[in-house]
């Protein structure tokens, strides 16, 4: 039955591989349990109806990636998209979380919509390449300042804006620790770095009686606080629609850089380097994005941490089927995620800053009026405390310096329109 639903005997696997690859993925990106209920909490979200939205989002989304698409990448709530909805719609912006899920699931619906059409490939390939860089090095680095903020390490200075830490408190301590922890092992090609590094650090502070045990297992908490929450007429608001453009955009170019990055690893794509069933994986993940806004939680997408998966056997669909399993069972793991401190987690966003920033190496930086657009796009989301606005000052700034320096063939009318349209935003619209 397994073999004529996924067709492992046609993808050269077995099910011992998949269950193993899956596993292997589970590790990878497990550490999510724990660090998106630390991020939405802030919003004022009840954090152990994040946890089980959480997993359950990324059950779902895992499922019908499996089922939909056949294709081992598994889903969950997107990191960097979790940090724009908290610290930019609800915490800079003002407002309501569930106003923001709102938003998440309009950008679902048009994501969807997108993928029914066949007019993500029109947007996709309207942006440059370059630009798409500094759009995830300035997530990346959104996600720096968040996590250093959060651990300790940078604090507020009225003369200087920002400014260094008590560096002799356990936090910085801990957090800086569990970094090195997760790069070491990252290195060493060690299975689960993150999640081992956020464990050792929790483990470690328990035993330093920093922080109390709350147990490893127990009934799932209540969903309730968050379920069916979302405030979508509130998310029609005028002032929002860059802010469902950023979840839809961010979650765009996210799923399709990791789908073609997995896939390509699995050798799932075709001698042009197109996936046959891309369309397939973009309904499911779509739908994946619309479920997690019901149930309380940013936006589910596509995780790169699969490569993992991939890279111990994963060639099918039944690899994300296991991804959806381990995540249901974690249901019952809530008191362990409770237990878990900030500064535990501040690594994980670290590091995970460390993987989107490095595809500045790409940039041709002799190139001024490419690197300045990129430069400004990468630098503008964390200093305005906001995604939206980096990619906003980044399309704008593209747009007109290829305009007057005469590179015409560099823009093109998606790149004109929607640079337009982020003027008016920011000029005549609420920030």
Same mark, same amino acid.
């Given at each position: ?46 954090k152990g109806s994040v946890f089980v939205a959480t997993c359950l989002a990324a059950a779902i989304g895992s499922l019908l990636m499996g089922l939909i698409a056949n294709y081992p990448i598994a889903l969950a709530p997107g990191m960097g998209l979790n940090a724009f909805f908290t610290y930019t719609v609800v915490l800079h912006m003002g407002y309501s979380w569930q106003i923001a899920l709102g938003a998440v699931f ?71 620790l569990g970094f090195l922890i997760i790069v070491v092992l990252e290195a060493r090609r060690v299975t689960g770095a993150v999640l081992i590094g956020i464990l050792a650090i929790t483990i470690l502070s328990m035993l330093l009686g920093l922080t109390p045990f709350a147990g490893v297992f127990s009934a799932p908490p209540s969903l309730a606080p968050t379920f069916l929450q979302l405030d979508i007429k509130g998310a ?79 060639? @099918? #669909? ?7 399993? !381990?995540?249901? /069972? &974690? +249901?019952? %793991? ?70 007057? @320096? #005469? ?7 998606? !790149?004109?329109? /929607? &640079? +337009?349209? %982020? ?9």
């Amino acid at each position: 039955m397994l073999d004529k639903l996924f067709q492992l005997k046609a993808h050269n696997t077995t099910v011992r591989t998949e269950v193993i690859a899956g596993l292997t993925t589970f590790l990878a990106m497990a550490y999510i349990l724990f660090v998106n209920p630390s991020i939405l909490s802030a919003t004022g979200m009840d954090k152990g109806s994040v946890f089980v939205a959480t997993c359950l989002a990324a059950a779902i989304g895992s499922l019908l990636m499996g089922l939909i698409a056949n294709y081992p990448i598994a889903l969950a709530p997107g990191m960097g998209l979790n940090a724009f909805f908290t610290y930019t719609v609800v915490l800079h912006m003002g407002y309501s979380w569930q106003i923001a899920l709102g938003a998440v699931f309009l950008s679902a619906v048009l994501f969807f919509a997108l993928s029914i059409f066949k007019i993500r490939e029109w947007i996709i390939a309207s942006i440059p390449l370059p630009l798409r860089a500094g759009i995830a090095a300035g997530i990346g680095l959104f996600l720096a300042l968040i996590a250093l903020e959060g651990a300790g390490v940078v604090v507020d200075n009225p003369a200087t804006l920002v400014g260094m830490g008590d560096l002799t408190k356990p936090g910085p301590l801990m957090a800086i620790l569990g970094f090195l922890i997760i790069v070491v092992l990252e290195a060493r090609r060690v299975t689960g770095a993150v999640l081992i590094g956020i464990l050792a650090i929790t483990i470690l502070s328990m035993l330093l009686g920093l922080t109390p045990f709350a147990g490893v297992f127990s009934a799932p908490p209540s969903l309730a606080p968050t379920f069916l929450q979302l405030d979508i007429k509130g998310a029609l608001n005028v002032g929002l629609v860059s802010v469902v453009f950023a979840f839809l955009f961010v979650d765009v170019f996210d799923n399709t850089g990791t789908l073609l990055g997995v896939t390509k690893r699995a050798g799932l794509a075709d001698e042009q380097g197109n996936l046959p069933k891309m369309g397939r994986a973009l309904v499911a993940d779509s739908a994946a994005a619309l479920f997690g806004s019901l149930l309380g939680t940013s936006t589910t997408t596509s995780y790169v941490e699969s490569a993992a998966g991939v890279s111990a056997g994963g060639r @099918t #669909g039944l690899t994300a089927v296991v991804v959806a399993i !381990l995540f249901l /069972l &974690s +249901l019952f %793991f809530s008191p362990l995620a409770s237990s878990v401190p900030a500064y535990a987690t501040a690594p994980a966003l670290l590091f995970v800053a460390v993987l989107m920033t490095s595809g500045l190496a790409e940039i041709d930086w002799k190139d001024i009026t490419t690197a300045a657009p990129v430069t400004v796009t990468a630098l503008t989301m964390p200093l305005t405390y906001s995604i939206a606005n980096g990619i906003a000052f980044g399309f704008i700034t593209w747009t007109v310096v290829k305009l007057l @320096t #005469g590179r015409l063939k560099e823009i093109n009318i998606a !790149l004109v329109i /929607l &640079s +337009l349209l %982020f003027v008016i935003k920011l000029g005549w619209l609420s920030a």
